[in-house]
């Protein structure tokens, strides 16, 4: 398990992570500050197939509370189109382009 401080931490290191992985936030404060919440990031097997019964809930994650917000490879492939979309992004700019993914399933395009 890799803990950042922030998504600005995790995103100076994002090519450089395991494509297997997952990001792990607590909800509740991804809603109050984005900029600023804790991101677990959740390797291998030992640290993902380790369940809560009856649930696909990581035992970290539950004793955490935290939450699953993207695995890497969908988590780099949002970040992604928003640089290449806007080269300049901001980190608050691609916040939005997360909660967006989040919300409708889809990248974030103003054109469309």
Not at 60 to 86: G, H, P, S, W, Y
Request: glycine share 6%; no cysteine; proline share 4%.
């Amino acid at each position: 398990m890799k803990i950042y401080q922030s998504i600005q931490d995790l995103l100076g290191e994002l090519h450089g992570l395991d494509w297997d992985s997952a990001l792990f936030i607590n909800e509740s404060a991804w809603k109050g500050d984005p900029q600023h919440t804790e991101i677990l990031v959740l390797e291998g097997d030992e640290e993902l197939e380790d369940v809560v019964p009856g649930t696909h809930l990581p035992k970290i994650a539950e004793v955490r509370n935290v939450r699953q917000l993207f695995d890497m490879e969908t988590f780099r492939d949002v970040v992604n189109f928003e640089r290449k979309r806007n080269p300049g992004a901001s980190v608050s700019e691609i916040i939005f382009a997360i909660n967006f993914y989040r919300e409708k399933d889809d990248f974030f395009d103003p054109r469309k």
